[in-house]
């Protein structure tokens, strides 16, 4: 089911990729500093400014006398010194040749009074008036500390007659008075002011108090022991008298420029609050300095020192400088080692969004299909991010609920969900006890990807096995990983049960796998069994009672000279090892046994890398799952070995050098890191073949007999085999095409008709497949192939029928349903 | 439905080898995830087969196709 709203909130919360960086959480009017530095780096002042005007009040008065708190906070103090932002905001408050136009929300219907012109209460006046109210300061302005001289120059004094201009154009009143019909150095009279508005109906001769909403009384200029109203509470600002807010707490006035700000900030909030009639403290844990979840990785940084400031404030140079020395602050853990995550641009918080939406579009195209089945749910992201963000779970949660609502793309899976349906059918499966007979103590379980890949390999090991031990018995078939990962729970129950029959009526041993995605594929759905990673087993057998292939294996493997002879191998754990700790130490122990000399790549153990092949990428977006691969290949100079199938193969075909265990284990290759990865139809052969043979010799069983298809001899030119690979059609879909055309007779010829080329069109299942060929002897050299999955009903007002005719089967591809004549069907 | 023409669709080079006839360009009706089209495809006029070009199944075909899936 696809997530509702709660459920989104939670994913996106798991992401601290959009928390505030440090310097923004310190500062108690949560200016973003990060994106100040980064523009300053690039010399963009004025961009800069306007990014300080944005937060803050009075911008050209607080960005000269801002203490700037977020230094200490800041992450490069343990690598240099913290930014000193504060010197950067006086560079742009008088580097800057453009501000920003400021405009007011519309007029609302609502008046304030402020108390005071202290920077608190300038401050609460100018967010005020932004806010749309009427707003009337009392009293001289400036005042308190502001009033005192401290610039020499007058640049303060000049900044302050701007903004005070500006509040006026915001539509500021000034009174000099201190309170309505209170003289301008009367405290104690605006205080009485206050303390008489607190009781209605008392107010004095001037009825201008109740004109007014709410009133806010400035710190400095109207403390609490003057007006009598008690210190004011630290979340609202709030007094005994409803509607009149202090800056004072009681805990004394802030020193620093900035929490004055702040303060004034929370009088306007407070005051637009009580204004609305809503909570003056509910939600309001964010306002001023908060702690911060963000996580930046210190590792690499290296230390940079400061750039001071000169006498006379900060040139565009030492201000670049400075400026330049940022962090720029970012999680992205996930994202910087994954493929997939930065492909997409974003993050996953982002992402969890875009699943979120893509769920609820009803009419409209989905967007974020690709996106949701491109993860290779291979789980480093929750190993690397701070937070521990599932974005397999998302993915696949999505993919189930995708498949659910049918709407998941057909094309997206079916290629991959066909050939577990091969590996599952009567080609390939095949659950025997040991040759010998007798009762099954061990099941060796190879995985379809190694009998694809390596079959001579898987072959040797399951010899190596019964050398070692009594009652090995064999089942060749797939986990159901693919079905998983494409969110077929459907099918993956149906291979699973099919699984669990040949597992119990084979006594229901241990199963010793070869593959890491069966062992944890098999550990989490077929708990009752007890499932054991080969490669101890391997590694026993060697060290123990070495049998005679064994050490002959090994010793090959030490004397070909490759391994062994020096240069080390970088082991590449599978991803589905991440958790499988005593499998990745069982390889490196075998390798161990081996005298190969091993190094670890950059991300390793349980940090280790997808191959690309993982989630189905390799399916739904091969070029993504080629980048994959190739980053992955990069991440160790030296010759991989891994002990996955389809990680080897993933990474031969990045153009890395690459072994399987089985290759040191087992040598039948001069070169087995530069062995080519087998394509997609000899995959098929090998496991089909290796099952005939086994059967054939170890059992004394016939092999199954070849379906009609199978019988047509074809052979492909170079380009059409490399095409074929890309397009994922397979020999027997040609031999099939060329069967019928055979049969039926119809083909396409050459206009010209000199060439004998010819070109059918045939279509088992939901894909239609189209030839073009040239009959070579008894059999066809192929020139061409491509396919649609579009059908061909005919031509218009007619029954025609396309060169495809005959084999319009059902129009979904199910594998059970299949099941039965999978040999004739695939 | 209106007929769509493209430009893949190229009717020259190819004849009926049951027919032993030119194909001509024709109204042919497609289907896909439930959406039917007619497009003019090369086809023989007499028994009804269609060409699908290459150029056409891996062009235009094929985004259509992944434009339906995604709808």
Redesign the interface.
């Given at each position: 089911m696809a997530m509702d709203q709660k459920e989104l909130r939670q994913w996106e919360a798991r992401c601290i990729q959009e928390e505030m960086p440090r310097c923004t959480a310190a500062c108690p009017l949560h200016v973003d500093a990060r994106a100040v530095c980064g523009h300053v780096a690039e010399g963009r002042v004025n961009d800069a400014w306007a990014v300080l005007v944005r937060t803050m009040p009075l911008p050209s008065v607080l960005a000269r006398i801002c203490d700037g708190p977020c230094r200490t906070a800041c992450l490069r103090g343990e690598f240099g010194g913290g930014i000193d932002v504060a010197a950067l905001e006086r560079f742009c408050a008088r580097a800057a040749t453009k501000s920003p136009r400021m405009a007011p929300l519309p007029r609302r219907k609502g008046n304030a009074a402020v108390l005071g012109g202290g920077f608190a209460g300038l401050c609460a006046a100018w967010d005020l008036a932004r806010k749309g109210f009427s707003v009337t300061l009392y009293g001289p302005r400036p005042a308190g500390r502001l009033a005192a001289p401290t610039d020499a120059d007058g640049e303060l004094a000049a900044a302050l007659a701007h903004e005070l201009e500006t509040m006026a154009k915001l539509g500021v009143r000034f009174e000099d008075g201190a309170a309505p019909g209170v003289a301008a150095d009367d405290a104690a009279g605006a205080a009485r002011w206050l303390s008489d508005r607190s009781a209605p109906g008392d107010a004095g001769p001037d009825a201008a108090p109740d004109t007014f909403d709410a009133v806010f009384a400035d710190p400095e200029a109207v403390p609490a022991a003057l007006h009598g109203l008690g210190p004011a509470d630290p979340v609202s600002l709030g007094t005994l008298a409803p509607g009149v807010f202090s800056g004072d707490t009681g805990s004394g006035v802030p020193a620093s420029p900035v929490a004055l700000a702040a303060l004034g900030r929370r009088a306007a909030a407070s005051v637009e609050r009580f204004a609305q009639k809503a909570s003056l403290t509910a939600g309001r844990e964010h306002e001023g300095p908060v702690p911060t979840r963000l996580y930046t990785n210190p590792a690499g940084i290296e230390r940079a020192a400061p750039a001071p400031e000169p006498e006379g404030g900060h040139t565009e140079e030492t201000a670049a400088r400075e400026a330049a020395r940022c962090l720029n602050c970012q999680c992205l853990e996930s994202v910087k080692n994954c493929a997939y995550l930065a492909h997409y641009g974003a993050y996953p918080k982002v992402y969890a969004r875009r699943i979120y939406n893509n769920a609820s579009i009803v009419m409209?195209?989905?967007?974020a299909?690709e996106m949701i089945n491109s993860c290779m749910l291979c789980g480093l992201c929750t190993e690397l991010c701070p937070t521990n963000f599932d974005m397999a779970g998302l993915c696949l949660m999505a993919r189930r609920d995708m498949v659910q609502r049918g709407k998941m793309?057909?094309?997206?899976h079916e290629f991959a969900l066909r050939d577990m349906a091969f590996a599952n059918g009567p080609s390939c499966a095949l659950a025997r006890p040991a040759p010998d007979g007798g009762r099954t103590e061990l099941l060796f379980f190879p995985g379809c990807q190694l009998t694809a890949s390596d079959p001579g390999g898987a072959e040797a090991a399951y010899a190596a096995l019964r050398a070692a031990r009594p009652g090995v018995g064999l089942l060749l078939r797939c986990c159901g990983a693919p079905a998983r990962w494409a969110g077929r729970e459907d099918l993956f129950a149906e291979s699973l049960e099919a699984l669990r029959t040949d597992w119990r009526a084979l006594d229901a041993p241990p199963i010793a796998t070869a593959c890491p995605t069966c062992a944890a594929t098999l550990r989490q759905a077929l708990p009752e069994a007890e499932i054991l990673p080969v490669w101890g087993l391997l590694g026993a057998a060697k060290t123990g009672e070495a049998t005679e292939s064994i050490a002959e294996g090994a010793g090959t493997a030490k004397s070909s000279g490759i391994a062994g002879a020096g240069a080390p191998l970088a082991v590449h754990d599978p991803c589905a090892a991440r958790h499988d700790e005593p499998a990745r130490t069982a390889v490196r122990g075998l390798l161990a046994g081996l005298g190969v000399a091993t190094v670890e790549p950059r991300l390793t153990g349980k940090h280790t890398e997808c191959c690309g092949f993982g989630g189905l990428l390799a399916e739904a977006n091969p070029p993504l799952a080629a980048k994959a691969a190739a980053r992955r290949a990069a991440a160790a100079d030296q010759d991989f070995v891994t002990y996955c199938a389809m990680c080897r193969d993933m990474l031969a075909r990045a153009g890395k050098r690459a072994l399987h265990v089985f290759d040191l284990l087992y040598p039948r290759h001069a070169d087995p890191a530069a062995r080519p990865a087998p394509g997609h139809s000899e995959r098929r052969e090998n496991r089909a073949r290796l099952k005939d043979r086994l059967l054939r010799e170890l059992w004394r069983e016939p092999g199954a007999p070849p379906a009609p298809h199978e019988a047509v001899r074809v052979r492909c030119t170079e380009e059409a085999a490399q095409r074929m690979e890309e397009?994922r059609i397979l020999i027997s879909d040609v031999q099939k095409t060329l069967l019928h055309a055979r049969e039926s007779?119809?083909?396409?010829?050459?206009?010209d008709?000199t060439s004998g080329r010819?070109?059918a069109?045939y279509r088992p299942v939901s894909v239609?497949y189209?030839v073009d060929y040239e009959p070579e002897g008894d059999g066809f050299l192929v020139h061409?192939a491509?396919?649609?999955?579009?059908?061909?009903?005919?031509?218009?007002?007619?029954?025609?029928?396309?060169?495809?005719?005959a084999g319009d089967g059902p129009r979904t591809y199910g594998i059970g349903a299949r099941a039965s004549d999978q040999r004739g069907n695939e | 439905?209106s007929?769509i023409r493209v430009p893949e669709a190229d009717a020259?080079?190819?004849?009926?080898?049951?027919c032993d006839c030119?194909?001509v360009l024709?109204?042919?009706?497609?289907?896909?995830?439930g959406s039917?089209f007619?497009v003019e495809l090369p086809?023989c006029p007499q028994?009804?087969?269609?060409?699908?070009p290459?150029p056409l199944?891996?062009g235009k075909?094929?985004e259509?196709?992944?434009?339906l899936?995604?709808?």
């Open positions: 409209g195209t989905r967007h299909n793309p057909p094309s997206a397009r007779g119809a083909a396409l010829v050459r206009a008709a010819r070109l069109a239609t189209w061409n491509w396919s649609h999955r579009m059908r061909i009903l005919g031509l218009d007002g007619r029954e025609g029928r396309g060169a495809s005719t | 439905m007929t020259a080079g190819w004849r009926c080898a049951c030119d194909l024709a109204p042919v009706e497609l289907e896909y995830m039917h007619s086809a028994c009804g087969a269609v060409l699908v290459e199944a891996l075909m094929a259509v196709e992944k434009l899936e995604d709808k």
